[in-house]
């Protein structure tokens, strides 16, 4: 199973996701987190960045995940491939290739999580903390979720304390295994 945790910067996918990790943990989950790969791009990013930086951060992310997804049951991403491509479409616009590519990439999610905005971005050393430019990302992928037809999670935004129940709570019917209440030979 692949949870994609999605929504603009700066807006607690990174802190949830360690929560949800530590919170199936407690349940003896085998997982990986695939943490967000634009922290470790040698190309600019955030306001500044490319299409040769966003397209790193795209191929790295999907990498990661594969890699994950071959030695865990569960994988908890830090961003999906949609709203990595948001940070592309805001800098050069869409790109045919990718949008083909996403098309195909984006059914190996089994959840989508989107995390709204609920504050301002603060600064953490790497991501902007223009309110605008978050806003900016939430559209486009806000656009992208409807044009194709995602159903995502939706956490609501005046309830942080909660979502990583919320989360917890959408999953587990999906991971654990549901018990006969009787066995069906009447014999046992």
């Given at each position: 199973m692949k949870i994609g945790m999605?929504?603009?910067?700066?807006?607690?996918?990174t802190t949830l996701c360690f929560e949800v990790a530590a919170a199936l943990k407690r349940r003896n989950a085998d997982l990986e987190m695939v943490r967000e790969v634009a922290r470790r791009c040698p190309l600019p990013i955030n306001q500044e960045t490319t299409v040769a930086a966003q397209e790193w951060i795209l191929h790295t992310q999907i990498a990661s995940e594969i890699e994950a997804e071959a030695g865990h049951e569960i994988v908890i991403c830090d961003r999906s491939v949609l709203d990595n491509y948001c940070y592309l479409v805001y800098s050069a616009g869409s790109l045919r290739a990718w949008e083909h590519f996403l098309d195909h990439w984006m059914p190996t999610y089994d959840l989508l999580v989107h995390v709204p905005?609920?504050?301002?971005?603060?600064?953490?050393?790497?991501?902007?903390?223009?309110?605008?430019?978050?806003?900016?990302?939430?559209l486009l992928l806000e656009g992208m979720i409807a044009a194709r037809s995602l159903s995502p999670l939706r956490l609501n935004p005046n309830s942080r304390v909660?979502?990583?129940?919320?989360?917890?709570?959408?999953l587990l019917p999906r991971l654990?295994?549901?018990?006969?209440?009787?066995?069906?030979?009447p014999e046992r």
């Open positions: 999605v929504g603009s910067h700066g807006v607690g996918k905005i609920s504050e301002r971005p603060s600064y953490d050393g790497v991501r902007a903390v223009d309110p605008a430019f978050q806003k900016q990302i939430e909660n979502w990583c129940r919320t989360i917890v709570d959408a654990e295994p549901t018990l006969p209440l009787f066995s069906e030979d």
